[in-house]
């Protein structure tokens, strides 16, 4: 039975928590996370119980109350959420392809709405990565990939110490060299005339891009490429495919370029799909030195955009989370309690390919 929150109403879905409701938009969050042992499903339900249980959220369902949705809060039967399946690992003969493909079929069968919006379903079986797999799969109106990496992180422990939160690294200030009595001198004098040439520069690009971006809605479409699909391929059965890379060697990079850690992982993706589409173009010449020349040419002019999503929440520690769920688990929570839900910004930018020679 449903119970209601304070004065009989729950809280309504915010016009994000809407738009991912909609028939064209229906959106959901999937993760995937790798154990080094073999996973107890009754310990992982118990621990389940003591921790992320205490965020309303996941025990609440959508109830639709005349012209508008809310969260109400509900009694949760937890093995209709964590699902165990029965698997025999010894008649598995690839087992990354049999992960692969259950979560690709997770994709068909979307979440029953009388219930709270989630599910885990624990694959005891051992792939080239890990000893057993949890996919996590909820709604988008829950809340987006921030919130929910922040929740896993705030409910788990060390091995080191099973009592102590995980180590967050935290962000660093960058040492301000000293200056000479000259250039200071010089920074006083131009600081200002700088500070309005910057603005000027910032507004002219923010014209431009805007100006490309109607532009692009109305006239400029994006050139076509293997990444687009044909008409109807949004209702194919997606395929997730994952490449695990060092963080060290993220790290280097970091360091070396002197930018941020986002940074390396946007240019990663650049490059990358820089060398897909230069394989397509050479692939292209073995049979057909025109088609080549013609390849060469559309990448040069290529008009791709990329979505970048940004977070909008300010990064909070592991110990304001941690004491949010305390919190949480003593009383009715309120909105402000935490920052939940999705505090994302979608930015279109024009993602620019460069060309490989050989």
């Known amino acids: 039975m449903a119970s209601l929150s304070s004065g009989g109403r729950g809280e309504p879905l915010s016009p994000g928590s809407r738009l991912f409701h909609s028939p064209n938009f229906n959106c959901h969050v999937i993760a995937v996370l790798g154990f080094k042992t073999t996973i107890n499903p009754q310990l992982f339900k118990e621990g389940f119980r003591q921790t992320v249980l205490k965020h309303p959220r996941f025990t609440s369902k959508l109830v639709n109350n005349g012209s508008r949705t809310e969260w109400i809060s509900s009694t949760i039967d937890l093995d209709s959420h964590i699902i165990v399946p029965e698997i025999n690992s010894s008649e598995i003969e ?25 599910e885990l379903h624990l694959l005891n079986i051992k792939t080239s990565d890990a000893d057993s797999v949890g996919v996590f799969r909820m709604h988008h109106s829950m809340g987006d990939g921030i919130s929910l990496m922040s929740l896993i992180i705030a409910n788990t ?7 102590a939160l995980p180590t967050m690294p935290s962000s660093t200030k960058k040492k301000e060299q000293k200056r000479g009595g000259s250039r200071r001198l010089l920074m006083s004098l131009f600081g200002p005339l700088l500070a309005v040439w910057w603005a000027l520069v910032l507004m002219w690009h923010t014209f431009v891009n805007l100006l490309m971006g ?23 059965t997606n395929c997730f495919v994952h490449r695990i890379v060092c963080i060290n060697d993220i790290k280097l990079l970091k ?51 990329a979505a970048i999503i940004v977070n909008l929440r300010a990064v909070a520690g592991i110990q304001a989370v941690r004491r949010t769920a305390d919190l949480r688990g003593r009383r009715r929570a309120s909105v402000s309690d935490v920052e939940e839900g999705n505090g994302e910004l979608r930015v279109w930018s024009r993602w620019h390919v460069g060309e490989l020679q050989i």
């Open 157 to 163: 422990r060390k091995s080191s110490d099973p009592d």
């Open 214 to 236: 109607i532009l692009g809605i109305l006239f400029l479409k994006e050139t076509w490429t293997p990444l687009k699909g044909a008409p109807g391929v949004e209702h194919n």
């Open 255 to 305: 360091r070396e370029m002197n930018t941020t850690f986002n940074d390396v992982l946007l240019a990663i993706t650049q490059a990358g799909i820089t060398r897909y589409l230069n394989r397509q173009r050479f692939e292209g010449a073995n049979a057909n030195g025109s088609a080549a020349k013609k390849g060469s040419s559309v990448l040069k002019n290529i008009r791709l955009r």
């Open 94 to 118: 690839f087992p990354d392809t049999f992960v692969k493909n259950y979560i690709s079929n997770l994709t068909k069968v979307p979440l029953d709405i009388t219930k709270p919006l989630w």
